[in-house]
């Protein structure tokens, strides 16, 4: 099977589960009052808060949705409206240069590597679409978001709904098995292979210390580094 393009999950896959866990999620989590405080009037932002609140028997106090919101970051919740708020706090923090996004340094590499070959590249992340241009817009490795010819979030459906991968090949349009979904979630790439997809296991020892071969691999290919991924 020949390689038409790659796409891609973040957290575990070309960056550490840590710096989403310990550096984005703890600085949302703080910043969360004071910013539905300041915006939470703003139709952009009130409509995912209305949605929180809907969700949870049309509780209309702020102050009970952002502990709601609270909540569902420390279960790592990957809830639309969530990921939508935090994307906009987050830009916040990389404007004035409180963090740059964490990639491992053999993921830059390939990216430009493949990028530079023809090979167009698409990320499929939880984080909202803005959260993932702001992301790769300000990584350790610099701007990367030129190496990408599309983005896609949960507004596609859940990462282990294989829907969700359908939705995703057709508005790339390119047959299934010519696109490689690279993620470190195993029941992520379960959901990508139903759809018809190639699929590769990123097992970062980093972010996960006991590797998982043979069956806990569940048949996909399984690679620790971004180099070694080797491209039908
Ligand atoms: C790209 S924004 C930070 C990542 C995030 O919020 C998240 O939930 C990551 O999930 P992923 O699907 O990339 O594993
Ligand atoms: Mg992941």
Redesign the pocket.
């Known amino acids: 099977m020949t390689t038409r393009a790659i796409l891609t999950?973040?957290?575990?896959?070309t960056s550490s589960i840590s710096f989403?866990k310990d550096v984005?999620f703890p600085y949302a989590r703080r910043a969360l009052p004071r910013f539905v405080a300041a915006r939470g009037k703003e139709p952009a932002v009130r409509k995912w808060l209305d949605a929180v609140a809907a969700e949870n028997g049309g509780m209309c106090e702020d102050a009970m949705i952002v502990e709601v919101l609270q909540g569902w970051i420390d279960e790592?919740r990957?809830h639309t409206a969530l990921?939508a708020l935090?994307?906009m706090i987050?830009a916040d923090g990389y404007k004035s240069v409180d963090f740059t996004a964490h990639i491992y340094p053999d993921a830059a590499p390939a990216l430009r590597g493949w990028h530079a070959a023809g090979l167009p590249l698409f990320v499929?992340?939880?984080?909202?679409v803005p959260?993932?241009r702001l992301?790769f817009g300000h990584s350790d490795a610099g701007d990367l978001t030129a190496l990408f010819s599309g983005w896609f979030d949960t507004e596609m459906g859940g990462?282990r709904d294989a829907q969700s991968y359908r939705n995703i090949v057709d508005s790339i349009g390119i047959p299934a098995g010519e696109i490689v979904f690279l993620?470190?979630?195993v029941e992520e790439l379960d959901a990508a292979r139903e759809a018809g997809l190639q699929t590769v296991l990123i097992d970062r020892l980093e972010d996960y210390p006991k590797p998982r071969e043979g069956d806990a691999a569940h048949g996909h290919r399984r690679v620790e580094r971004f180099d070694q991924i080797e491209l039908a």
Not at 9 to 13: H, M
Not at 124 to 128: D, K
């Open positions: 999950d973040i957290e575990g896959t989403v984005l790592d990957k990921k935090q994307g987050w499929y992340s939880s984080g909202s959260a993932q992301f990462k993620s470190d979630v």
